[in-house]
């Protein structure tokens, strides 16, 4: 063998900490060396390198021999001549005998422990306590600590285990039994999160969490997890990614964080991100269920969306409104993707001029987004269509104010305006029972016809009514049986009602009289 390979070997079998035999060259003539992070593993945590302190060092004996042991991190240390004995296979089994039976080698165990702990490193502090514990059985430290160590990581059974070890064989001991109440607390809280998650309280299972499992098993890895999930159908899709990378950090091929993550990002409508990490989860389990359900899914909705705005684009609205509603089905949770739909949706139907079906897609948009301007223009739009003038001048102000440089904002409001002052004004066409194509000669058969039925003195038992309607069919047939103000009317323009200058007409009863003057008499010679 190498020197190399014997020392890695020799390592090994006298069960010494990693590194050990490279720090022998630290030998008693020598003192105290500066070891490097790369070549000793008992760094402290945000220390650059660390000094084993002679004071720190305790003497063993191994017969005529002397080795030390650092009691901050339990690297042995060897005189040079000894190193050079053990590379060379030169009574080494009497060294092993020695450490193994040697109480501050376990004390080393513990101590590096502690540090790995303290980084986090849970995997080697466990293999150095099962080192401890299995060269000292009844080593009660040992035990806390890994008792500790596992309620971390909520391996409660495991955790239990140790400080039951140690009741055994200390009764009573205080410290022990502390930690396994807080062991209990610690399980009984995951219990407890986990059930009112699947009762849909999550704000409660969120509680749990938090303020018990998380602050007793801080590294729990399923409980992060099941935060997770509360975060995600809680809506709350930032926080959810944010509780999944933590899981990620130290668990990178985590199958369940990378579904978990990935779907909070596609309801962050990044589905890019979303995809990446799908397609990393299936590289590692091509046959995962959720992940290929959650992949397919996308796949399909981004396909529907593009087919959507591709014949919108190409002006065939009536495909683009199927394919829109097609995209809309396949995730109606998807609010942050399905807002776009619905906006897009709304344009083709007011260009299809559907305005009651327009209205109630951009005011889906509107719901989940009540800053989008584009959305407030087309359903301003929408409502014209409908004939909602108020409505329709309402959204379009609004969207003006929010920006006054919008030009076809500001178009859609004067025409919304221009519409609603014609809608408060008297509709002529619809008094005298007309079309607005109606002919002349139509109009004048309308007049007389509603004249004689509304006179006021054919009406003596609701002579009041039949007042009013006879004066508005008087004012309609004014304005519509003159052709210049009829077309101006037409236009929107304001016509000015005037009395004509006719010949009297008088009708009354109960001491009232009406007088009306008509050019030419009553309209085809047709007098009372």
């Known amino acids: 063998q190498t020197g190399a390979e014997s020392t890695q070997a020799h390592s090994e079998r006298l069960l010494l900490p990693p590194h ?30 660390q000094f084993c302190n002679p004071r720190s060092l305790q003497a063993g004996t191994n017969r005529s021999r002397v080795f030390t042991v650092c009691s901050f991190c339990g690297c042995i240390m060897l005189p040079f001549s000894l190193l050079i004995a053990l590379l060379f296979g030169l009574g ?43 060269m000292d059985p009844s080593f009660i430290q040992g035990y806390l600590q890994r008792g500790l160590l596992f309620r971390h990581i909520c391996r409660f059974e495991d955790s239990e285990i140790n400080y039951e070890k140690i009741l055994r064989i200390e009764a009573g001991h205080a410290v022990a039994q502390k930690e396994l109440s807080q062991l209990q607390k610690a399980k009984s809280g995951f219990d407890q999160a986990k ?31 099941l935060k997770s999930r509360v975060l995600l159908k809680s809506k709350d899709y930032s926080g959810a990614v ?8 130290t668990h990178e091929d985590n199958l369940e964080a990378l579904l978990l993550r990935g779907k909070a990002y596609y309801y962050l409508a990044d589905h890019d991100l979303a995809i990446r990490h799908y397609q990393k989860g299936l590289r590692l389990d091509p046959e995962h269920s959720e992940l290929k359900k959650e992949y397919f899914k996308l796949k399909n909705l981004l396909k529907k969306t593009k087919n959507a705005e591709d014949a919108a684009e190409q002006n065939k609205y009536r495909a683009a409104v199927d394919e829109f509603k097609a995209a809309l089905e396949i995730d109606p949770e998807h609010t942050a993707h399905n807002v776009h739909l619905y906006l897009g949706l709304c344009k083709v139907l007011v260009k299809l001029g559907r305005g009651k079906d327009a209205v109630n897609s951009c005011s889906s948009v509107l719901e989940t987004n009540g ?18 003038w108020e409505g329709a001048v309402e959204d379009l102000k609004e969207a003006v104010n929010r920006d006054p440089q ?24 619809k008094i005298l029972e007309v079309s607005k194509t109606a002919s002349a000669a139509e109009i004048k058969r309308a007049y007389k016809k509603l004249a004689l039925q509304w006179h006021p003195d054919k009406n003596v038992e609701n002579k009041e009514e039949a007042e009013v309607k006879f004066l508005d069919i008087a004012a309609a047939y004014e304005v519509l ?48």
């Open 20 to 49: 050990s035999l490279s720090l022998s060259l630290c030998s008693a003539d020598r003192g105290a060396r500066r070891v490097e992070p790369a070549t000793i593993g008992h760094t402290k945590m945000g220390n650059v390198s």
């Open 92 to 134: 080494s089994h009497t060294l092993a005998a020695d450490l193994e039976h040697n109480p501050t080698v376990v004390m080393g165990y513990s101590k590096r422990a502690a540090v790995y702990l303290q980084q986090k490193k849970f995997q080697e502090a466990l293999l150095d306590l099962d080192k401890a514990l299995e």
């Open 195 to 225: 059930l009112l998650f699947e009762n849909g309280d999550l704000p409660k299972a969120e509680e749990y969490l938090d303020k018990v499992v998380l602050v007793l098993s801080p590294e729990c890895l399923k409980a992060r997890l």
């Open 242 to 249: 944010a509780e999944a990378a933590r899981v990620l950090k």
């Open 371 to 388: 800053e989008l301007l584009e959305a407030l223009i087309q359903r301003g739009e929408a409502k014209l269509l409908v004939e909602d």
């Open 406 to 429: 919008n030009r076809g904002a500001r178009e859609a409001l004067s025409r919304a305006e221009r519409a609603l002052k014609l809608s408060k004004r008297k509709d002529w066409y």
């Open 481 to 528: 049986g003159d052709e210049d103000k009829r077309v101006k009317y037409d236009r929107g323009e304001d016509v000015e009602e005037q009395h004509m200058s006719g010949p009297n007409f008088h009708f009354g009863g109960g001491g009232q009289t009406f007088t009306f003057h008509f050019e030419g008499g009553f309209p085809g010679g047709f007098g009372f």
